[in-house]
């Protein structure tokens, strides 16, 4: 097949399985890069300041951590083996247990691989399939779409909560 403009389409179409692998590592290259990132920024994060709020009955920073990480998974497992993961109720418990700095790197850090190998292990079939997004059809490729919206969405307010803090984001000390 050729274009109006003379060159082959064919050239423009990759195999649906170099395709696959592109999207693959397209997405886990942009969700891993933001969520290391958030766990680069938890660590620098003094474990005084995981307390710190900038209002009363806005989540502090201890519990933006844990709701990003534990959210993730709950959106997982939307995407990825239903029932096996946290739902909206128990990550709120999670979110006010005041969870020690080296607990929530770690869920930040168990948060990530999980993502990432539920990612790299569902194909393009695996995203392809329809499932619930509270109560509305979606698939499987839309929930990790979300998933890596709101890690970008929750690093956006912790670089604030850092600059407002006095922390400043390791990947930005040359700057």
């Known amino acids: 097949m ?13 195999p649906a399985a170099a395709q696959s692998d592109s999207a693959t590592s397209e997405y ?42 534990a959210g993730n998974l709950m959106l997982l497992g939307k995407a990825a ?14 979110e006010k247990t005041k969870a020690a700095k080296d607990q929530t790197v770690d869920l930040l850090v168990r948060s990530k691989s999980a993502v990432e190998k539920a990612y790299a292990e569902s194909g393009a079939a695996g995203l392809s399939t329809k499932v619930d997004f509270f109560g509305k059809p979606a698939t499987a490729n839309a929930i990790y779409l979300r998933i890596l919206a709101h890690t970008n969405e929750h690093l ?17 000390k040359s700057e």
């Open 28 to 69: 886990l290259g942009e969700f891993g890069y933001t969520a290391q990132h958030t766990i680069d920024l938890a660590k620098a994060f003094p474990a005084g300041k995981f307390g710190w709020r900038p209002a009363p009955g806005v989540r502090s920073t201890g519990e933006v951590f844990v709701h990003l990480a």
């Open 81 to 94: 083996a239903p029932g096996s993961w946290p739902d909206v109720k128990e990550i709120q418990g999670w």
């Open 156 to 172: 956006g307010q912790m670089i604030a909560y850092a600059r407002i803090s006095g922390v400043t984001p390791p990947w930005s």
């Open 2 to 14: 050729t274009s109006r403009r003379g060159f082959s389409l064919a050239l423009l179409a990759a």
